[in-house]
């Protein structure tokens, strides 16, 4: 059965995890410096299609006492397609229902981590029909993101990327919204941002739990496990690949120093697992 939703425990945290969507990339977009022969033995050893690279979709509930925080929101759902400069998009986030079948109300999360702003991991903050979906929820962004995608430095991305930003997050500026500045910020209780960028410009990565378990979620920094074993490959979708490749290493150490567990939100779903470190070199070890 495909499994949707997966349950741990990070510190005092409840933890569910969704799985909003499947989606799937192109060795070619996701290595797009590697050497040919060295990238398809690699490939092999994940048993991996380069044309057909499954990846998830998720977004993540903490919930502790009257705290119910979600970190980034899917792709959103639409029961009509949208229609984008001729193209049509459909958009089947599988978010809203998964928590409605966990019993959670969206009026009743508390807090929403954004840990930047492309489509997969905004395009649920409002419905199609321009509704806020977590309209009692406080909405936490990196100041830095925020700047990018509300200036011309973002006019050269692509055109659809802007309009998930101008139908998700432009009108939370009427709401309620903490801008996060500095590395190593809290957020919410039990949950600190650590500056990530280079995939994006104000990307964040968050350290989630307490004293006794930490985990860290990496969101981007690294879209499949061969990031973490090859830190030199580079991926299309990372806007500055040599910040990118700063952030791996910052995230890799912080890990290993602090033995934290990692959720990567593109690997095999629910991507929980370790980076294995070898001298200066990593392996990603899924959770068993
Ligand atoms: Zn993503």
């Not at 930003?165 to 190593?184: A, H, M, S, W």
Request: charge should be negative; charged fraction near 25%; aromatic fraction near 12%.
């Amino acid at each position: 059965m495909d499994v949707e939703t997966f349950k741990c425990k990070i510190g005092g945290f409840d933890c569910t995890i969704f799985k909003d969507l499947m989606f799937k990339y192109q060795a070619k977009d996701y290595f797009i410096n590697a050497n040919e022969n060295e990238l398809d033995i690699a490939l092999k050893s994940y048993n991996t299609n380069p044309e057909n690279i499954p990846s998830p979709y998720i977004a993540m509930l903490l919930q502790k006492g009257g705290q119910k925080i979600l970190i980034d929101s899917g792709i959103g759902f639409s029961e009509e397609p949208i229609v984008f400069k001729g193209k049509t998009f459909v958009l089947k986030g599988k978010l809203k229902q998964l928590l409605e079948k966990e019993d959670i109300n969206t009026n009743d999360i508390t807090d929403v981590v954004i840990t930047h702003f492309h489509p997969d991991h905004i395009g649920g903050v409002f419905s199609s029909e321009g509704k806020l979906l977590f309209k009692n929820a406080k909405f936490h962004i990196h100041r830095d993101e925020w700047d990018f995608w509300h200036t011309s430095k973002s006019d050269s991305q692509p055109p659809l990327f802007k309009f998930f930003v101008e139908k998700n997050i432009t009108p939370l500026k009427n709401g309620n919204l903490n801008f996060i500045t500095q590395d190593y910020q809290q957020v919410c209780d039990g949950v600190i941002s650590v500056n990530a960028n280079g995939h994006t410009k104000g990307q964040i990565a968050l350290i989630i739990g307490d004293g006794n378990e930490q985990l860290l979620y990496i969101s981007d920094a690294f879209l499949h496990p061969l990031h973490m074993e090859k830190l030199d490959w580079q991926t299309n979708y990372d806007m500055d690949h040599k910040k990118a490749k700063q952030t791996r290493i910052k995230l890799l150490e912080l890990a290993d120093k602090e033995s934290m567990r990692i959720n990567a939100f593109h690997f095999d779903f629910p991507g929980l697992g370790f980076a294995e470190r070898n001298g200066e070199k990593w392996k990603w070890v899924y959770e068993k």
